[in-house]
C-alpha cells in the first residue's frame, strides 16, 4: 500500500533523482538577458547622450566599443582609456581580427576635436573600418 524506497529488480520504485535541466535552461535565459541589456545600461551609465538621425545601419559582430562623453573622457567598452591606451588596444584588435569594426558613440554635446582625436588613434593603428552610433530620430 505504502510506498517504498527500497531498489526492486521490476524497475517500478520512485524516481529519486534531480532533473537539472530546466534549472540550466533558466540559467541560460538569464545569460542571455544579462549579454543583451549590458551594453544600454553600460551606455547610461556613462552619460552619454547620441544624437539622432533619420536613418541608421546594424552593427557588425566584431566591433570594438569607444565611448566619449561630454567631457571628452573616452571609454574603450566602458573603461576610461588614454589616447595611447586606445592606440594600443585598436592595435591589438588589428592584429587579432583584422576585419574588426570601431563604433564610435560620442554624447551630442562632445567637442569635435576630442571626437576626431579618438577617430585619429583607431585610424593610425590600422583600424580602419568604423561607425559613428547615433539615435534614430522619430522625424523623417
Known amino acids: 500500500m505504502a510506498a517504498s524506497l527500497q531498489d526492486d529488480s521490476s524497475g517500478a520504485g520512485?524516481?529519486?533523482?534531480?532533473?537539472?535541466?530546466?534549472?540550466?535552461?533558466?540559467?541560460l535565459v538569464l545569460?542571455?538577458?544579462?549579454?543583451?541589456?549590458?551594453?544600454?545600461?553600460l551606455?547610461?551609465?556613462?552619460?552619454?547622450?547620441?544624437?539622432?538621425?533619420?536613418?541608421?545601419?546594424?552593427?557588425?559582430?566584431?566591433t570594438f566599443g569607444i565611448a566619449i562623453n561630454r567631457e571628452g573622457q573616452i571609454y574603450l567598452n566602458g573603461n576610461p582609456v588614454t589616447p595611447?591606451?586606445?592606440?594600443q588596444a585598436a592595435q591589438a584588435a588589428v592584429q587579432k581580427n583584422p576585419n574588426t569594426q570601431a563604433i564610435v558613440s560620442a554624447d551630442q554635446d562632445a567637442r569635435h576635436g576630442d571626437v576626431?582625436?579618438?577617430?585619429?588613434r583607431i585610424k593610425s593603428a590600422g583600424?580602419?573600418?568604423?561607425?559613428i552610433?547615433?539615435?534614430?530620430?522619430?522625424?523623417?
Open 127 to 131: 583600424l580602419s573600418r568604423f561607425a
Open 31 to 41: 545569460l542571455v538577458i544579462f549579454m543583451v541589456t549590458a551594453p544600454a545600461l
Open 84 to 87: 595611447e591606451d586606445l592606440f
Open 43 to 62: 551606455k547610461e551609465s556613462i552619460g552619454i547622450q547620441l544624437p539622432k538621425a533619420s536613418v541608421s545601419d546594424t552593427v557588425a559582430p566584431d
Open 14 to 27: 520512485p524516481i529519486a533523482d534531480i532533473n537539472v535541466t530546466p534549472f540550466v535552461d533558466v540559467v
Open 116 to 120: 576626431t582625436t579618438a577617430i585619429d
Open 133 to 140: 552610433q547615433i539615435e534614430r530620430s522619430s522625424q523623417r
